[in-house]
């Protein structure tokens, strides 16, 4: 009997390994898929150095950066967009955060021209980075979030580096 137990042992071992190693390249494939496919986006870190403080955001799948921010302590979330020209947000949020309706404009969407208003925002931060008295546009068919736009950005140096948006100011300069 003792020399059929090492038969015995050497399947249940070989059973164990072949699970292990099963469950080894679910691991590995699971860390290999994260590599390839960004992270869901958005506030990487915000560090404050001495005088300068930055953001680091994650580009999204859709390809898109996105921060969470407040506009007049109203949280709100913002898709950073180098190519708006203010800040953007609906109708709806704005008649939610008591943002005064100036006067009609259009403004050229991804969809072609639409009516908006103009006005101005108090307060708008941004993943610690902070500005006030910035120009804004209430537009109808906006969504949920917010377009971050140059009215704001234009205020802090701004670079990409690989899948990251790195957004920073001297704090001094605020």
Request: aromatic share 6%; no cysteine.
């Amino acid at each position: 009997m003792s020399e059929q137990e090492p038969s015995r042992t050497l399947p249940r071992t070989g059973r164990l390994l072949a699970w292990l190693g099963v469950l080894g390249m679910m691991v590995g494939l699971t860390a290999f898929y994260q590599l390839l496919m960004p992270s869901s986006g958005g506030l990487v870190h915000s560090v404050t150095e001495g005088a300068t403080v930055r953001i680091e955001l994650q580009r999204d799948r859709s390809g898109h950066y996105r921060v969470p921010g407040e506009i007049n302590g109203h949280e709100v979330a913002f898709l950073v967009d180098t190519g708006a020209t203010d800040v953007a947000l609906s109708e709806r949020a704005a008649r939610a955060m008591g943002l005064d309706f100036g006067p009609r404009t259009t403004v050229m969407t991804a969809a072609g021209p639409a009516p908006a208003w103009k006005t101005r925002i108090e307060q708008v931060s941004a993943g610690g980075l902070e500005r006030r008295n910035v120009r804004a546009t209430i537009t109808p068919g906006l969504g949920d979030e917010a377009l971050l736009g140059m009215s704001f950005l234009r205020y802090f140096e701004i670079r990409q580096q690989d899948d990251r948006l790195v957004i920073e100011q001297a704090a001094a300069d605020g």
